[in-house]
């Protein structure tokens, strides 16, 4: 009787090469691992951007501050944290300033004990309508307002910037587009800045476009409306009248 070969053959061990290499690395796994060879850690991740209206840093009041006060030279926006702040950007020689600023200073009465702070900075960007320096800004808008004393702790008054749209925007500015840009896409808090019409264009989630962009921040330091040149009192007070009602 014939019987196939293989019965006959003794069974195969691993191969020679398979026996070392699994010898092999078990011996790496088991020998410390050299640090200096690994790659390094990937960098920390950038900065979160700025979350908050309060967490900007302080900016310049639009006149030096007396001897007396020396700490009146920078608006510390930190220090108005929980209030509502009223931002726009202010031009002296606009047809827009004397509605804007009698309307702007009288809410600032009205509202201030409330938790309302209005703040203006003066800009030249948009038809070369604030040429002045700091006192000529400042006398001018008092004129206009209609009163010999525009600023008070209600209604203060920023230094002078270059830009508030754009690439070159102030820091403010950046911030105050920015959040009006998420608010408008991630709720329907800024339903106040919807009625835009060709005079008004108050358009939530935008830089300004001319002189008196209006953004309203809540109390969380975030942009809830935003309106265009027009002074339209009603909107605008409902606005920060239902801000106001919110708590942080």
Not at 42 to 48: A, D, F, G
Not at 163 to 169: H, K, L, N, P, T
Not at 203 to 214: E, L, M, V
């Amino acid at each position: 009787m014939l019987y196939a070969r293989s019965h006959l053959l003794p069974a195969k061990s691993p191969p020679a090469a398979a026996s070392a290499a699994a010898a092999v690395t078990e011996a790496a796994a088991a020998r410390p691992q050299n640090k200096s060879l690994l790659p390094p850690p990937p960098p920390p991740p950038p900065p979160h951007p700025v979350a908050s209206f309060f967490n900007l840093p302080p900016v310049p009041a639009l006149l030096p501050a007396p001897k007396s006060n020396p700490e009146a030279a920078t608006i510390d926006l930190s220090a108005l944290r929980g209030r509502v702040i009223l931002a726009f950007n202010s031009a002296s020689q606009c047809g827009f300033t004397r509605d804007n600023l009698r309307g702007l200073s009288a809410l600032a009465q009205r509202l201030g004990p409330r938790g309302l702070t209005v703040l203006g900075f003066p800009c030249d960007a948009f038809g070369g309508q604030e040429p002045g320096g700091p006192f000529e800004i400042a006398a001018e808008l008092a004129k206009v307002r209609g009163g010999p004393e525009l600023a008070s702790q209600y209604f203060l008054l920023a230094g002078k910037v270059a830009a508030v749209s754009g690439a070159d925007a102030h820091p403010v500015f950046k911030f105050l587009a920015s959040s009006s840009s998420a608010s408008a896409s991630g709720s329907s808090s800024s339903s106040s800045s919807s009625s835009s019409s060709s005079s008004n264009p108050s358009s939530a989630g935008s830089a300004p476009t001319w002189n008196f962009f209006k953004y309203v921040v809540g109390r969380d330091g975030k942009v809830v409306a935003s309106f265009g040149s027009e002074y339209r009192e009603a909107e605008v007070e409902a606005a920060v009248v239902e801000a106001l009602k919110k708590t942080v």
